[in-house]
């Protein structure tokens, strides 16, 4: 066992500026691939049972006083392509975080267990009998209390989420606080941004440093281009260390008899798919899903400056069942940027008119239980993300939509804006139903982000049918493991970074148990 | 009940009506034909005078086409007149949308370009000019028409709004007039907070792993 110590402040991490030599060959009992929800979780995991591990981050390392609290800059400095991965069409926003931490560093800190329905799922559909409620409720409470997550207190229910409990409460309609991973908010509404001060309990600031006190070593820059094997066995991987001006700084090979992929869903596929691992039965990649989201916002006739305050105060969950209606809100902050893409008021004067009301907006966030069906691959050297809208959950959409707007209106709203691409406005509850039952399932006519995505290499009983198994290992490929997003084998309707948080460490722990 | 006959619509019939390697043929060499006749009135029309404009040297990484149609966009988009609000002659707004574009995978940049290319010209054949070369009633006509429109004109009618617009309100100086705060951490003094406490751990808990 290794005597843990234990930095107050930052993290030490390997980057490309640091690296000298050309090639290296390093050695681990574990190499991680990914530091985000389920890499940092691993590493810790077993980097405190005396591992020798090593995690390898394509992105770079921002320390958080580096943060510029400006989305547009985050974007470019901390997210997936700087922002700009989507679907094939271009027509889905896909945000995932690229950088040492992962999502974790530019998610809004929302932490919700996996529901029982979706956990039932599991074990009827895929055999996953190990995953019941009371089996992950011990790795449900060790994340949650590692992370300090608790309820919202009510400082932390800004004006746009008190407006939105008011309407939910006036419909009677089952509204709740958010809980989160949050020390202390600071209120500063910038979580997608990454927070500044550290509150946030992200990777950055939780598991990573602890893992490294634990004597894990850390390497950014470094993207894994391919998984080694013998024997048809996991041997390690091989990877290229590039510069922040895009030039190639070192080839690295890590020999370990264990290799986690944590890159989550886009990128753990295209990684088995390119080192052709793992696919006998043609699932890796397949039965992709996103939680394709709407932000609905409304203008109310008080300021409500909804870039103000914790950036998620409450949701709804009313409808969460698939019985119910299969979708879940969530109040959510923005600034003026964000603001600026969700609504089309018109061109020129009445998009001007709209931006200098935005203080007035507030908006509410749409989560729809998706099917999976989308499908990530490659095209030559282009990643390519196969996912439309599917007609089986158009409806789910729509009726998210309605509620949004119904909620809205009963919080005194006087416009709703729904997020397509030409200019519509609902007034009054009249308008509802017409309004959103004459929108088409059509590319390009919703404006659809996606926070979540997930399910492409999913887990399950049957080899044919799935990719790892319960324990996290490739039922194909003995050592290599699979613990981020993309191996729930359905979407789970609600933010995930829990689920992913409790299933690295039951995975954590099959790996220390196997070795 | 009784059934109606109506006949198919134009290219459906056709299609009923020829082999599928006719057709194709006759198709192609039609399309040729008429793209023949049509070139030279399309570059006639497609020129501008604002062709003569000389680009900027820092928009070294747009093509002239591309710097033009930007920069009328930015007028069309961001009318300020009359408003709290800085111009955009102040503003860097095209710069801004150069530098988002330069992040770019360069397939994706790729098509953008076409895209971009696609938007400009096309007003040709509805107007007789370029999309740079239109006022501004029939700009902004042609942006909302465009966002009604069929799946690619929704789509780069939207992309070019959403370019623009996020080069316009990431600046500063656009702040002030929308009561919008940006960043305040360091205006408020906020404390770091350092990285979260080494949890205290009791033997390799929990339990009941993967059976």
Request: hydrophobic share 40%; proline share 6%; aromatic share 8%.
């Amino acid at each position: 066992m290794t005597t843990a110590l234990w930095r107050d402040s930052g993290l030490a991490v390997t980057q490309a500026k640091d690296i000298r030599e050309p090639r290296m060959d390093l050695q681990a009992d574990v190499v991680v691939v990914g530091s985000g929800a389920g890499g940092a979780v691993v590493a810790y995991e077993l980097a405190r049972r005396g591992k020798r591990v090593l995690v390898l981050e394509a992105g770079p390392y921002v320390p958080s006083r580096d943060f510029s609290e400006r989305f547009p800059e985050a974007m470019e400095q901390l997210y997936q392509d700087h922002g700009s991965q989507t679907n094939r069409s271009g027509d889905l926003l896909i945000l995932q975080g690229a950088c040492v931490g992962g999502s974790t560093v530019v998610n809004a800190g929302v932490c919700f267990r996996t529901p029982d329905f979706i956990l039932r799922d599991w074990q009827r559909d895929f055999g996953l009998t190990g995953l019941t409620r009371d089996s992950m409720r011990p790795y449900f409470e060790r994340v949650e209390k590692h992370l300090g997550v608790h309820e919202n207190g009510e400082h932390e229910i800004a004006a746009h989420a008190r407006l939105i409990r008011a309407g939910a409460n006036k419909l009677g309609w089952s509204v709740k606080p958010f809980q989160r991973n949050i020390r202390d908010c600071a209120l500063t509404g910038h979580c997608l941004s990454g927070c500044k001060t550290e509150r946030k309990q992200s990777m950055l600031v939780s598991y990573l440093p602890w893992a490294v006190a634990h004597g894990t070593r850390i390497f950014a820059d470094t993207r894994v281009t391919g998984i080694l094997t013998d024997n048809g066995r996991a041997t390690g991987v091989r990877a290229q260390v590039t510069g922040s001006d895009g030039e190639p700084v070192a080839s690295v090979t890590v020999t370990a008899p264990r290799v986690v992929l944590a890159a989550g869903a886009v990128q753990t596929p295209l990684l088995l798919l390119r080192s052709g691992l793992a696919n006998g039965s043609d699932q890796v990649g397949r039965h992709f899903a996103c939680h394709p989201s709407l932000y609905v916002s409304a203008r109310y006739p008080q300021p409500v400056h909804a870039w103000r305050g914790a950036m998620l105060g409450v949701y709804v969950d009313e409808f969460m069942a698939p019985e119910d209606g299969g979708f879940v809100l969530e109040d959510g902050g923005a600034g003026i940027v964000e603001l600026s893409m969700t609504a089309e008021p018109g061109t020129g004067a009445p998009f001007m008119d709209f931006m200098e009301e935005t203080r007035y907006l507030a908006g509410l966030v749409t989560l729809i239980h998706d099917h999976n069906v989308g499908r990530v691959r490659w095209d030559g050297d282009n990643k390519v993300i196969d996912y439309q809208l599917d007609d089986i959950d158009f409806p789910s959409m729509k009726n998210a939509l309605k509620a949004a707007a119904r909620l809205h209106l009963a919080a005194g709203a006087e416009q709703v804006h729904v997020p397509t691409s030409e200019p519509l406005v609902i007034r009054r509850e009249a308008d509802i139903d017409p309004m959103v039952e004459g929108l088409e399932n059509q590319p390009h006519h919703l404006r659809m982000v996606s926070y979540h995505p997930q399910g492409s290499c999913r887990m399950g009983a049957d080899p044919a049918t799935s990719v790892v198994a319960e324990s996290g290992e490739t039922h194909e490929v003995p050592g290599l493991y699979i613990a981020d997003a993309s191996l729930l084998p359905t979407s789970i309707i609600v933010n995930p970074q829990i689920t992913v948080y409790a299933l690295a460490t039951r995975i954590a722990e099959a790996i220390a148990a196997s070795a | 009940m009784t059934q109606q006959y109506s006949a198919p619509s134009g290219p459906e019939w056709l299609q009923q009506g020829l082999a599928r390697r006719r057709f194709l043929k006759w198709t192609l060499v039609a399309s040729a034909g008429m793209t023949a006749a049509a070139a030279g009135g399309f570059l006639w029309l497609r020129r501008s005078p604002l062709d003569q404009q000389r680009i900027p040297d820092w928009a070294g990484e747009l093509s002239a086409q591309e710097f033009l149609l930007l920069d009328r966009c930015r007028r069309v988009l961001l009318p300020t007149e009359g408003r709290d609000l800085p111009d955009t002659e102040t503003v860097p707004v095209v710069a801004n949308v150069q530098r988002t574009l330069s992040l770019m995978a360069p397939a994706l940049r790729q098509q953008l370009s076409q895209g971009l290319g696609l938007f400009d010209n096309a007003a040709v054949f509805r107007h007789g000019c370029r999309f740079v070369d239109l006022d501004d009633e029939t700009a902004w006509d042609y942006f909302d028409r465009w966002g009604r429109g069929l799946v690619l004109q929704r789509t780069l009618a939207t992309v070019i709004k959403q370019l623009l617009y996020s080069a316009y309100w990431r600046d500063e100086r656009t702040w002030p007039a929308l009561q919008f705060d940006g960043p305040v951490s360091d205006r408020w003094g906020l404390a770091y907070l350092g990285n979260a406490p080494m949890p205290e751990e009791q033997g390799n808990v929990p339990t009941g792993g993967p059976e």
